[in-house]
């Protein structure tokens, strides 16, 4: 597995107290970082992730915020640079979705779904800007959806294709924006990953994604002969050629 030399790095990843999050976070710890576990309300579970974190030799925090409001935002990011420095890795994973048809979804969900992608990327992001700027040096890796470069089109769960197309033309937009100033800005896009809900019986390979194929993509961004890549989007989804609808 491709391992960045990430020691003395400050590593934000959102969403990190469960699932692909979790994953990501304790990956780029083994890679010498040191972490900021974020979660909004599972208290519990990000303290455990902490303590994952600090047993692979990592200096790890906890960060609680809501990543679509501007002000709970600005106080986990001043957290993490009071107790670790400035973030110099960023991963954007927090991404809600809402699996019904779009005519079944409230207003108040769909929107929740539009915000935690769209927003909460957006202001991460905005956030971490600054400090990567001044230093020369940042890394941000967006997850998004396998479906945005593909054109999937599917009256259920609506709100997460249109929030991940979003993600990636954010991304797009970002990269070209930070071109001078030694920062990168990359996606990763995974299908279905083992800790999904559903399993379509069509899977592509036979399996869904495992955590490890989606953090490997994730490291990869990460490594310094990496560097030049920016504005890239890497579909972890095994060949998957979704049907149109």
Not at 192 to 201: H, K, Q
Request: with cysteine; proline share 5%.
């Amino acid at each position: 597995m491709i391992a960045p030399d990430l020691d003395g790095r400050v590593a934000l990843v959102t969403g990190s107290s469960k699932g692909i999050g979790r994953e990501l976070l304790l990956s780029l710890a083994d890679c010498g970082a040191d972490m900021a576990v974020h979660y909004r309300s599972s208290d519990e579970t990000a303290r455990a992730v902490v303590e994952s974190a600090r047993q692979r030799g990592a200096d790890a925090t906890l960060a609680q915020g809501d990543v679509t409001d501007p002000a709970s935002v600005n106080d986990l990011f001043s957290t993490v640079e009071a107790d670790l420095g400035s973030v110099d890795v960023l991963v954007n994973n927090v991404g809600p979705f809402a699996p019904d048809h779009w005519e079944e979804i409230s207003f108040e969900r769909w929107n929740a779904v539009l915000h935690g992608n769209i927003n909460g990327t957006y202001l991460c992001s905005k956030r971490a800007l600054p400090e990567m700027r001044e230093r020369g040096f940042g890394r941000i890796v967006n997850v998004g959806y396998s479906s945005s470069e593909k054109g999937l089109v599917n009256p259920e769960n609506t709100p997460y294709f249109i929030a991940k197309a979003g993600v990636l033309m954010f991304t797009r937009m970002l990269a070209a924006d930070t071109q001078d100033d030694g920062i990168t800005v990359n996606a990763v896009s995974p299908y279905v990953v083992e800790n999904s809900d559903v399993f379509p019986d069509d899977l592509p390979r036979g399996r869904p994604a495992r955590f490890e194929d989606v953090t490997q993509a994730v490291r990869f961004f990460l490594d310094e002969d990496s560097n030049y890549l920016s504005g890239v989007n890497v579909k972890v989804d095994g060949g998957w050629l979704p049907e149109t609808v």
